[in-house]
């Protein structure tokens, strides 16, 4: 059974620099997996952000990028912002047609 | 834009079986290169992938569900279904439907609809 590992939980400050990590129970995370981010807020469908890495979905702000670091996929928010409050899940493709989510992060800005 | 509608019981009896349809519009479920499925979401809880189909037919399953799962596809009516057999109280979430192209993640997803399991 593939897990994704996620942080549970981050605080940043209004302004500051935050990095999220994604990674896999065996092994490391590459491209191949197709690394990808999605940001929820509450009683909403999760947003695309992040595609294939590092390719901001439509509309994304550029406060946003991600990237493999080490063994793990990364999001980075620059710069954050009141409103990117938010749970933050990943995903990678895991082969054979499947999709395994982790458990998300919480980042509360304060 | 193409959009994805779920529809199905708000409310289902444990034992019983779960029936969701996701309806695609602004665009063709039968689009080579897309995929489509589902995905649920536990109140409080992270998301899960459920199943994929492709409009031929090929399907894809989480392992841990797959022994309760069928997804399927209806071309003529722009629709793909989801059955979840067998259902308990830890199938109560929000189930959500979405697209996503081959070898991209899922990029359009409906709005979700929360599904019950009590008696």
């Known amino acids: 059974q593939t897990v994704v590992t996620q942080e549970p939980s981050f605080s940043v400050s209004p302004g500051g620099t935050v990095t999220l990590t994604c990674g896999l129970s065996?092994?490391?995370?590459?491209?191949?997996?197709?690394p990808s981010w999605y940001q929820q807020t509450p009683g909403q469908s999760p947003r695309p952000l992040i595609q294939?890495?590092?390719i901001r979905s439509s509309g994304v702000p550029d406060r946003f990028s991600g990237s493999i670091l080490g063994s793990k996929a990364v999001l980075t928010i620059t710069g954050a912002q009141a409103d990117d409050e938010s749970d933050y899940y990943c995903?990678?493709?895991?082969?054979?047609?499947?999709?395994?989510f982790g458990g998300g992060t919480k980042v509360t800005v304060l | 834009q193409v959009q994805l509608q779920e529809s199905g019981p708000g409310l289902v009896q444990p034992s019983e079986t779960l029936s969701l349809t996701c309806t695609v519009t602004?665009?063709?479920?039968?689009?080579?290169?897309?995929?489509w499925g589902w995905i649920r979401q536990p109140p409080g809880k992270g998301l899960e992938w459920i199943a994929t189909?492709?409009?031929?037919?090929?399907?894809y399953y989480n392992p841990s569900l797959k022994s309760r799962v069928t997804i399927s596809v209806d071309t003529s009516k722009n629709q793909f279904s989801l059955s979840l057999r067998s259902v308990t109280a830890a199938d109560t979430a929000v189930y959500y439907c979405?697209?996503?192209?081959?070898?991209?993640?899922?990029?359009?997803w409906g709005q979700g609809i929360l599904v019950t399991v009590s008696s």
């Open positions: 294939t890495t590092s």
């Open positions: 065996s092994g490391s995370v590459s491209t191949n997996h197709y």
């Open positions: 995903t990678l493709y895991v082969g054979n047609g499947m999709w395994v």
């Open positions: 979405a697209r996503h192209p081959f070898g991209k993640p899922f990029d359009f």
């Open positions: 189909i492709h409009y031929s037919g090929s399907t």
């Open positions: 602004g665009g063709s479920i039968s689009t080579t290169d897309l995929f």
